[in-house]
């Protein structure tokens, strides 16, 4: 395939340009010029980074560390936050779920074994499109996101984080401590974090009350202030990590356990009553202000996971599991009774504007849940056989999952238990058609791919899905791929068996009435709901533009039809009343007191939508002096691999002199194809490249023309041109030399420490591990970064049921609270130099409609767009004020405000008023939401 010549080629370059390798080659032979070859040539790292993806795809983004540090992140799960628009499915399937996460190109047990790592940890990112995710055991429907870590790192963090509205009312607090070593093959990883929110009432946002719900007597206390819009949270989590590297079989073993807890506090209202005199007056009072209605929840989560990877042949097996325990329990308060209250009224014992207790406390019921979960997978990847267009690649996948949900509610005074096995299996096959400048390259590389499996729910029995697609690059920059996906889904189990609670005076817009009341919603699991079936077109095109560096263009179209579709009970409209009759309680007045909103089976489902895509990154200002010339920079964290503050780097691999055992054995490959009968014109075509001034910067970031072109001047004849006889010497050399020698030092007795062999990529700390060629990441240049993303839905309609009309998602007709709008977009921007950066994130999201029912009283409402944007700003204050020890090295203090110009959806009416329910404040009670963040590496 294509990545194997150009792995050929990043070798080579590698080569040609490493000092330890030419001293070792050319110390016996005097009779070659010293100007064929560079006697103080720089590092070139030109070979993929070890772990990095292999794949017919292009990728949907890619990050270098200098990328990494421009988006500002503390942890990899807040740089996965950053990157969120890149990393969910455009499928449209999946329920939200995480995309599929990779350690160097390995699978995991879990995102806890990597959750809290600082980025500065990170060689490279990479995310794939959908379809990669077949390689590794899963459904098309999840993106894939790799994770390169760097060899050797170190770092000891504390971080405080100080957060809340600009005009107050709640704030956020969280404190994080954490221990990261990677040496040697080997990481270990421990974490400790605990984040508090305080509490914040609709009375503190003056949100309007529904009518009738407010007392006119004076002294009954006001129920905005005993209704939380934000509820008070606690959370604490503990996790340790530890993985090994087993250099001599090639395996690798990783453990993870966890320990979480999280408690809330939510505020429903206050107790009401009617109270009625002998004159038959009446007079609606609210009490209980010592004992407003509350809703505690507590809940305390046990993990473990362990992943295993080992080579065996051809292939690499991985097996991963991840066990949870979570103990849920929620406490609701009971109204108080009534009774004797409206009876001392109504006997004239007690006036209608008398006084009423403030302690209302009734005892509370208990809803419970305890939930076990076992996920366990085995994957088998690997080449099959080599065909003329490159190597018939398969994965084969089995897994063993089991959950148990054990739930219980005194309301109901009866206890539930659900459980399901699942049992899957499947093979993904990767066919090359054809390879640019082998067979068939006339057209280009075309590969196909082509996945089966098969899952047994013991609650389902079996369940079936396919796919077959095409990747076809016509040329280096331009991809195009289709894949066809069919797929029987079953409801998650949390559907079918989560408890049954029922929450008290929850505001609910009512369409039939065109009104906002306080109802009662009950939420839970549905055991009646049946398997979904999915049928989906995905075509994607991605260019990388030949006028713009480092930038692409990517177009998916995604079609998407369900029947039989699970879904949460959708906004109350007429069309759906009439579907759910039973789901829906009014009183003899046609007010509505109780919805049931738990899971609902719609008939049909059909979408399409078209995402855009652009990302782009670069360089700016001038470069400092080559590192040659100057100190390198210290590495933070006390990375273990680079030299001290000050200390010159010696010659040769990145970090230290020697070359690591990767890079040995990378060397030993491309020495392989020099010396086969082709090598010769292998060499000569790789000069020719760089001679000519080809681009390679696509597949090597970074990539300095300017000095390759310079060494590859050494090859050059007295015509100027490449010299076949001076690439015939370099090879002969090359093929002479003696293996046994890269281990002997750098030249002239200089002695460098090797790289560890195992951990991750080549690293020197931050920025550490990369040639010059290549970029060092102080080389006082900026970076920048731009990735925008656009969605426009072409078709989203839904049949409730046989016999009801279809609704247009897009066209007035709804299943959510806030409509379906046409248009959505997302955008990153980038900026960092010299320790400073800043990055600036924005949300679009178009107008929607949700028509009423036309009869009097009904309403359409209409839904403003709305465009947000967040910023960051951060600064290393070590390297703004050229600090190499005391507190300020590696002191990093970072700005955030999100929503920066504290925008809103507006809903409206008709009319123009805004109903009840969808006052601002109730749809975005935060707003405006700033932060400083302070976090010390030691």
């Known amino acids: 395939m294509k990545w194997q010549t150009r792995l050929a080629l990043g070798t080579a370059l590698a080569s040609l340009s490493s000092p330890a390798l030419y001293a070792q080659t050319t110390a016996d032979d005097s009779s070659v010029d010293d100007d064929t070859l560079p006697s103080n040539a720089i590092v070139v790292t030109g070979e993929r980074l070890r772990g990095q993806l292999q794949v017919e795809q292009a990728p949907v983004l890619e990050l270098n560390e200098e990328d990494i540090a421009a988006v500002g992140a503390t942890s990899i799960q807040e740089l996965l936050e950053a990157i969120s628009p890149q990393t969910g499915s455009s499928r449209g399937r999946g329920g939200g779920a995480p995309p599929v996460l990779l350690l160097n190109g390995i699978r995991i047990g879990s995102f806890r074994e990597m959750r809290s790592f600082p980025p500065e940890a990170i060689a490279k990112v990479e995310v794939m499109p959908e379809e990669v995710a077949q390689k590794f055991g899963y459904p098309p429907d999840r993106r894939v996101v790799n994770m390169i870590l760097k060899e050797n790192f170190a770092s000891n963090e504390i971080e405080l984080e100080f957060e809340g509205p600009d005009r107050g009312g709640y704030n ?245 238990s659900v459980t399901r096995r699942r049992l899957n299996s499947g093979v993904n096959v990767v066919v090359p058609i054809a390879e640019a400048g082998a067979a068939w390259g006339a057209i280009g590389d075309l590969s196909a791919n082509f996945g089966a499996g098969f899952e047994d729910l013991s609650d389902f029995g079996m369940l079936y899905d396919w796919s077959a697609g095409l990747t076809w690059s016509l040329t280096d920059g331009l991809t195009l791929s289709g894949t066809y996906i069919a797929a029987d889904s079953a409801p998650s189990i949390s559907q079918l068996g989560n408890p049954v609670v029922e929450t008290l005076n929850v505001p609910v817009y009512d369409f039939v009435n065109g009104e906002t009341v306080l109802a009662t919603v009950i939420s839970g699991g549905n055991p009646d709901l049946v398997e979904e079936s999915q049928r989906d077109w995905k075509f994607n095109a991605t260019w990388e533009l030949p006028f713009w560096e480092s930038t692409s263009l990517s177009v998916d179209y995604i079609r998407n039809r369900s029947r039989n579709v699970s879904s949460s009970f959708p906004v109350l409209t007429a069309a759906i009343e009439q579907a759910f009759p039973d789901r829906v309680t009014r009183d003899n007045t046609g007010q509505l007191v109780q919805i049931d909103r738990r899971p609902v089976t719609f008939a049909r489902g059909k979408a399409e939508r078209l995402v855009f895509g652009l990302t782009t990154r670069g360089s700016f200002g001038k470069a400092k002096a080559a590192e040659s010339e100057a100190p390198s920079r210290p590495a933070p964290a006390a990375a273990e691999s680079a030299p001290e503050a000050g200390q010159r780097r010696g010659p040769g691999f990145g970090a230290g002199g020697m070359p690591s055992e990767e890079q040995r054995a990378a060397f030993m490959r491309f020495r392989e194809r020099v010396c086969a009968d082709d090598g010769a014109d292998m060499l000569m075509r790789l000069a020719e490249a ?147 950066g800043m990055r600036l994130s924005g949300r679009y999201t178009g107008k929607a409609r949700i028509d009423g029912t036309g009869l009097p009283g009904s309403s359409d409402l209409f839904f403003s767009d709305l465009a947000t944007l967040d910023l960051r700003v951060f600064a290393d204050l070590g390297q703004v004020f050229d600090k190499e020890e005391g507190f300020l090295k590696n002191l990093r203090l970072s700005f955030r405000a999100d929503n920066i110009f504290d925008g809103r959806r507006k809903v409206t009416d008709e009319t123009g008023a805004v109903p009840i329910s969808y006052q601002p404040f109730l749809i975005d009670p935060t707003g405006r939401y700033l932060g400083i963040d302070i976090r010390k590496m030691f």
């Open 690 to 836: 760089v001679d000519r001034g080809d681009d390679l910067s696509v597949d090597f970031p970074g990539f300095d023309a300017e000095r390759a072109s310079q060494m590859v001047s050494r090859l050059r004849g007295e015509d100027g041109k490449i010299d076949p006889a001076r690439v015939a010497q370099l090879r002969e050399r090359l093929c002479s030399f003696d293996p046994s020698a890269m281990g002997r030092g750098a030249p002239g007795g200089t002695t460098a420490a090797s790289a560890p062999s195992g951990g991750g990529a080549p690293s020197g700390g931050r920025g550490g591990g990369r040639g010059a060629m290549f970029g060092r990441g102080d080389d006082g240049r900026g970076r920048y970064f731009v990735n925008l993303s656009h969605t426009l839905e072409l078709e989203n309609t839904v049949l409730i049921a046989e016999g009801l009309p279809e609704l247009d998602l897009l066209d007035g007709d709804a299943t959510g609270e806030t409509g379906q709008a046409r248009h959505s977009t997302s955008l990153e921007v980038g900026i960092f130099r010299q320790g400073k």
């Open 172 to 416: 956020a607090f969280e404190q994080e401590a954490t221990l990261l070593r990677i040496k040697d093959g080997g990481r270990f990883n421990v974490n400790i974090s605990a984040n508090e929110v305080t509490a914040l009432t609709e009375g503190e946002r003056d949100v309007l009350q529904a009518e009738g719900t407010q007392s006119d007597i004076a002294g009954d206390p006001d129920p905005a202030d005993y209704r939380t819009l934000v509820p008070r949270s606690f959370e604490f989590e503990l996790t340790g990590n530890w993985a090994k590297a087993l250099m001599d079989s090639g395996s690798s073993l990783s453990l993870n356990a966890t320990y979480e807890h999280s408690d809330s506090t939510s505020l429903s209202g206050l107790n009401s009553v009617i109270l009625t005199d002998p004159n038959n007056a009446q007079a609606f009072r609210t009490f209980g202000a010592n004992d407003p209605l509350e809703r505690r929840s507590s809940s305390d989560s046990f993990s473990a996971a362990a992943s295993w990877s080992k080579p065996l042949g051809d292939f690499q097996m991985t097996v991963t599991s991840d066990a949870v325990y979570t103990d849920s329990k929620t406490e609701i308060d009971r109204r108080a009774d009534v009774t004797a209250l409206q009876d001392a009224a109504l006997a004239g014992d007690l006036a209608l504007d008398g006084a009423l207790p403030v302690d209302a406390y009734n005892g509370y019921d208990v809803s419970g849940s305890k939930i076990y979960t076992s996920v366990n997978k085995a994957t088998l990847r690997g080449s099959l056989a080599d065909l003329p267009a490159g190597e018939l690649s398969a994965t084969f996948d089995a897994g063993f999952d089991w959950k148990r949900i054990d739930s219980s509610d005194t309301r109901t005074l009866s206890d539930s």
